[in-house]
């Protein structure tokens, strides 16, 4: 077993790639920000890690400490297993050629441990409870009612578990036995599974191997920021789709989307600014506003997960998570350009959020979108209140009070539908520390109290209960 951190990481979770680049550093942001809410899971011995790489490896790059969770003594290898598919193959967008391999690696799994259960010849059946009200049925003596659910360990089973078709399972195993080393570059994603197993034909039809090229120089882009300079950037390898999103930091959209980055705001909290001077590879612009014309196409090419299909959340994605599409050094073109994606695919709901909200005002707004306003200072009240006094024919008009950094006055908050309320988390700008603020709980009871009156719903951030900062709860004596 390779190793993660003072763990040994269990070899099916390997099978499954870490995720990288913008997906990565939103994970790290959220861990930051909220904390870890999904706890790491180990074996019962505390050797083994289970499920929770890309977490843990968010943490050590957050600089928090990790939490963990136990597994009962009595989960089998094979339960083991289960665990690892049913908690990794919904959450990632894996290629068909690494869903095969997948599928292949659990068929073998599978069979072995059947093998196993036979040989024991139990004879007797025996039912094992699972924390959670779950309960298994562990059966002995033949391996025919435990194959009920993997039938003969077949190929077309083993893929459906985990979203493979048959025949890529069985093209995954000709591949894995006759040409391993195309199967580790199928596994990576440097191949696909048509390409190797078409690679593999070839080589046993007896023709000779075709030179290979030269690998070609990465296809460069150039981007452009608001004030018309060129950005030499990668062009990314398949289509643009949005971000997958973990954590309670946004519970209610589980993707993002980034067709601009950066912002001029210079606001000394902004965890996005942070971000890009971490991974300048990814944000070779830095913090500077720039359009990522090729993401565009992210709304029409972004499908939900089958599994998800009733999850309101897996329909809401939030934009320009890492800038300020209205900021007012926006170009009108980008925000047109953006505009027009939304509009092209309204199976989505769109959130939206600026510090400028007076620029919402006579634009064509996608009607599924929900349309929010920061204000962080008292001096952003007004103007927030009088721009979305002017705003209709959206679903949801929010209000985010994150971070509450002063006691906030209102007037009205009757033209809001949802407040969210947060605390300031540290984050670290140019080098120098920028400490957590926890407001007063009063600054937070006010507000809260305000917009029940004024018939909003609210939400609570995690990051004013988890420590991180918290809030400042009262804890008064009488004198």
Known sequence: MNRLGPFEVHPFAELFPLIEGEEFDEMVLNVKEHGLQDPILLNHERTVLI??????????????????????EIYTDMMITDLIVSKNVTRRQLTTGQRAFIGLAYKERFAKDAERRRMDNLGHQKKISIPDGDSREMLGGSDSESLDRLPGGSSEKAGKIVGASKDSVTRAHAIAKRAPELGEKVKAGEMSLTAAYGELKHREAGKPKPEAAPKASPIMLT?????????????????????????????????????????LHGCDYCYAREITSRFKDVYPAGFTPLFHDQRLEAPANTKVPGKHQDDPAWRRVFVCSMADLYGRWVPDEWILK?????????????L???????????????????????????????????????IDGVKV??????????????????????????????????GEKV?????????????????????????LKPNLFNGRPGMQIPDEYPV
């Not at 950037?233 to 980055?261: C, H, L, M």
């Open 435 to 459: 400490p957590a603020f926890a407001p007063p709980f009063d600054w937070v009871a006010r507000l809260v109290v305000q917009a029940h009156e004024a018939g909003c719903r609210v939400h």
């Open 397 to 430: 008009k929010w209000l985010s009070l994150e971070p509450l950094k002063e006691p906030l006055e209102f007037s009205d908050l009757s033209m809001f539908d949802w407040v969210v309320i947060g605390a300031q988390t540290e984050t670290n700008q140019a």
């Open 51 to 72: 499920d929770g790489r890309n977490r843990y490896r968010a943490c050590r790059a957050a600089g928090i400490e990790p939490t963990y969770k136990t597994l009962p």
């Open 223 to 263: 981007l452009r920021t608001h004030r018309g300079e060129e950005v030499p950037y990668p062009k990314p390898e398949g289509k643009a789709t949005f971000n997958q999103t973990s954590g309670d930091g946004i519970s209610w959209a589980r993707w993002s989307w980034n067709p601009v980055t950066g912002c």
């Open 338 to 350: 953006v505009h027009s994606a939304m509009l092209a695919a309204p199976e989505w709901e769109y």
């Open 352 to 390: 939206l959020l600026t510090k400028f909200p007076a620029r919402y005002v006579g634009l064509d707004l996608p009607p599924s979108a929900w349309v929010g306003t920061s204000v962080d200072e008292q001096k952003r009240v007004r103007i927030a209140e009088n721009a979305f006094r002017e």
